[in-house]
């Protein structure tokens, strides 16, 4: 079955200390997302990516970085992480324009 | 870029009650909208996705309503049940763009009244 597999599910990080988020997908989708999740905010879109290779900034992407190796993977860095990047992250994958997204069970971060 | 605004935040109605759900859009020329269902600790899953030719769609214990000339998106629940109870989302797709990006509205908590 076609999937949008997360790691970790969950992580605990200190301030100023280097976060990976990963993302794997096995749905053959050329785009991929990251977003996160804050009570009040809903959805907001970090990075994305059309295709391998190549990032683009979504509408929050400070303080993040992302990296897109291959078409299956898509991670997402916090190089410093801070305080106010405690989120759920969630990542997700669609086939082409104007359609819906599968997505991961997201991963909670806490930096503490 | 488009703004979506969905309300109410949180909703609660008894078993066998319907509710709705609304969101307004501000691109005209949007023409993709979606509603996920996100469960506790899971991940959104597509609930429907409604194209801007048809303004009713019907799933399993729910209608999507689209109103294009108000910019408005409705989901109503029909009969509420307990597996109703999660965190619902629009979601409206970024016209002309290339990206596939979605606006996600903030979410509305729908619980039911024990």
């Known amino acids: 079955e076609a999937a949008v597999t997360q790691s970790p599910r969950s992580k605990v990080a200190v301030t100023g200390g280097k976060v990976t988020l990963s993302c794997h997908q096995t749905?053959?989708?050329?785009?991929m997302y990251w977003y996160r999740q804050d009570t009040g905010h809903g959805l907001r879109l970090i990075h994305y990516?059309?295709?391998?290779?190549?990032?683009e900034k979504g509408d929050i992407p400070d303080g993040y970085k992302a990296s897109r190796p291959s078409q299956e993977n898509f991670s997402l860095i916090l190089e410093l992480a801070s305080l106010s990047q405690t989120a759920v992250y969630f990542c997700?994958?669609?086939?082409?324009?104007?359609?819906?997204?599968?997505f991961g069970s997201g991963t909670r971060l806490l930096v503490i | 870029g488009e703004q979506v605004e969905q309300r109410p935040p949180h909703l609660s109605v008894r078993e066998g009650d319907s509710a709705v759900i609304i969101c307004t859009y501000t691109?005209?020329?949007?023409?993709?909208f979606f509603w996920y269902k996100q469960e506790p600790g899971a991940g959104l899953q597509l609930l429907m996705k409604?194209?801007?030719?048809?303004e009713i769609n019907e799933g399993q214990g729910f209608t999507v309503l689209l109103n294009k000339k108000d910019k408005q998106l409705s989901l109503n629940l029909t009969a509420a049940h307990p597996g109703d109870s999660a965190v619902y989302f629009c979601?409206?797709?970024?016209?002309?763009?290339?990206?596939?990006?979605?606006?996600f509205g903030k979410g509305t908590k729908f619980s039911l009244i024990p």
């Open positions: 990516s059309y295709v391998a290779d190549s990032t």
């Open positions: 997700a994958s669609s086939l082409r324009e104007n359609s819906d997204y599968t």
């Open positions: 979601a409206v797709s970024e016209p002309g763009t290339g990206s596939n990006r979605l606006t």
């Open positions: 691109d005209p020329n949007s023409y993709y």
């Open positions: 409604v194209f801007s030719s048809t």
């Open positions: 749905n053959n989708h050329d785009y």
